[in-house]
């Protein structure tokens, strides 16, 4: 019975924690319409091609001066919520079909990932350069030691992987630093980085094609509509018809879903092991802060035994349907950026700000300079396209990239779009030994430095492939 003479029923549906995470959800969508309505509407954002997802965090932002708007955001639901986004994301483009691309060769596709692996080191070393002596030789006069050594570490992490690892790796580290009596700022420390990686993603990469195409040396061109998906593109081959009693978009969250949830089952499992002190404190930390890479390979499990089901003629429906887990992936991509950087706290930036802003200064200029200087020798012909999508990408994420190719590329007529998508096996191949340094370093200042020089002998290995002489 929905009503009861003592009205119980109704108090029960209007106390507050029925509606608190609806609330929280309400504030991230209207700040997604409020910066797509700015976007659209004020010409200098519009060509600043900052993404809505970023305006609409920025919004949020700005309302958390008035005191009585952060009482309305709830700090901790933000972070769960940029920490699921990204394992959900990943999931949905992983579980897409395996399409090859004809227009990239697979010795530009691994120079691309390549490419980007040498900007994660340089970026891993310009941070730990800045980190290091500061946590040495520099003291915050109200709030004490305040910088941890190898916080510099968190300038990959934001720059080159957004904030989804920037709030994972935070975590992490102002954990290791709580207990070393350190007052690092891990999570809003990570989170600035990937806010600022793509406004220097956005601002900088215009600014820089703009000086171009007024030197002549590029031709900005109109964009045209994305014709590439039409109506029926979920709707070929052996599909769910649109008259069935369940909507195709339910199933396709569905399978995601499905899919996180064994990568829940793994991490609880992995957490309930008894692995000593390294493995409480170093392991299963990294476990849970992996959950991306664990949904990656789950989603590639899960991808290969629906294909095994339709090739033995025990699934006779196509499920995966690549514009649908597009749209899924982009909406999570899009809640991972506005509720990430809505959970940055001012008030934690206070005693930190200057390493914050030498640190993204310095990334921005070394990112800037080095992948340049390798787009110019890996993509003879379309050195610009190729520069611009990795920039976009190695300081805020592929959607970043994509934007600002967009702009001299329209039409995807170089490789450089599929040398970004094709990129990331590689690159996760080659990035794997790079996250677990991360684990290790934040052990102790030791373990930093043997980190610091591990990179500084991977970076001299990247480069030495990178622009050894290429053979025609």
Not at 168 to 175: P, R
Not at 364 to 381: E, L, Q
Request: aromatic letters at 14%; proline letters at 4%.
């Amino acid at each position: 019975m929905y009503l009861s003479s003592s009205g119980i029923a109704v108090k029960s549906f209007a106390a507050p924690e029925v509606w608190s995470t609806l609330i929280q959800v309400f504030v991230v969508l209207l700040a997604v319409l409020a910066g797509n309505t700015l976007r659209r509407k004020v010409r200098f954002l519009r060509r600043s091609l900052i993404p809505t997802a970023l305006l609409g965090g920025l919004i949020i932002l700005l309302f958390k001066f008035w005191p009585k708007f952060n009482d309305i955001i709830d700090k901790r639901f933000m972070e769960t919520m940029t920490y699921h986004a990204l394992a959900l994301g990943f999931i949905s483009m992983s579980l897409r079909p395996t399409k090859v691309s004809n227009r990239s060769n697979t010795r530009t596709v691994v120079e691309t990932g390549t490419l980007t692996v040498g900007t994660y080191i340089i970026q891993g070393i310009v941070g730990l350069l800045i980190t290091v002596p500061m946590y040495l030789f520099w003291r915050n006069p109200e709030a004490g030691r305040d910088i941890f050594y190898a916080g510099g570490l968190m300038l990959p992490m934001g720059y080159g992987q957004g904030p989804g690892q920037a709030l994972n790796f935070g975590t992490i580290y102002q954990s290791v630093a709580a207990e070393q009596g350190i007052n690092f700022q891990g999570i809003d420390f990570g989170l600035s980085i990937a806010a600022i990686g793509f406004l220097i993603g956005s601002i900088v990469g215009v600014i820089y094609m703009n000086i171009l195409a007024h030197k002549n040396r590029l031709t900005l061109k109109e964009q045209e509509t994305d014709t590439r998906y039409t109506l029926y593109d979920y709707d070929q081959g052996n599909e769910l018809p649109h008259s069935e009693s369940v909507d195709k978009l339910t199933i396709v969250i569905s399978i995601v879903f499905m899919t996180y949830f064994f990568v829940y089952l793994f991490m609880s499992f992995i957490g309930r092991l008894e692995l000593g002190d390294f493995g409480e404190k170093t392991v299963k930390p990294l476990v849970y802060g992996f959950n991306f890479f664990w949904g990656i390979l789950f989603a590639s499990l899960v991808r290969v035994f629906i294909r095994s089901l339709r090739k033995k003629g025990l699934m006779h429906r196509e499920y995966l349907n690549e514009y649908l887990l597009n749209r899924v992936g982009g909406t999570a991509f899009d809640l991972m950026i506005v509720a990430g950087t809505a959970a940055i706290c001012f008030e934690n930036l206070r005693s930190i700000w200057l390493p914050l802003t030498l640190l993204c200064i310095a990334g921005a200029i070394a990112t800037f300079y080095y992948v340049k200087k390798v787009s110019m020798r890996i993509y003879p012909g379309y050195g610009y396209e190729g520069f611009f999508s990795m920039f976009g990408m190695l300081t805020g994420t592929a959607s970043n990239g994509m934007i600002l190719l967009r702009e001299i590329d329209p039409r995807y007529e170089t490789p450089a779009a599929n040398n970004l998508v094709l990129q990331n096996i590689p690159a996760m191949i080659m990035g794997f030994p790079i996250l677990l340094l991360l684990g290790f370093a934040p052990k102790n200042l030791s373990a930093t430095l043997i980190t610091l020089g591990i990179l500084v002998v991977l970076f001299t290995v990247v480069n030495l492939f990178l622009f050894r002489k290429r053979v025609r």
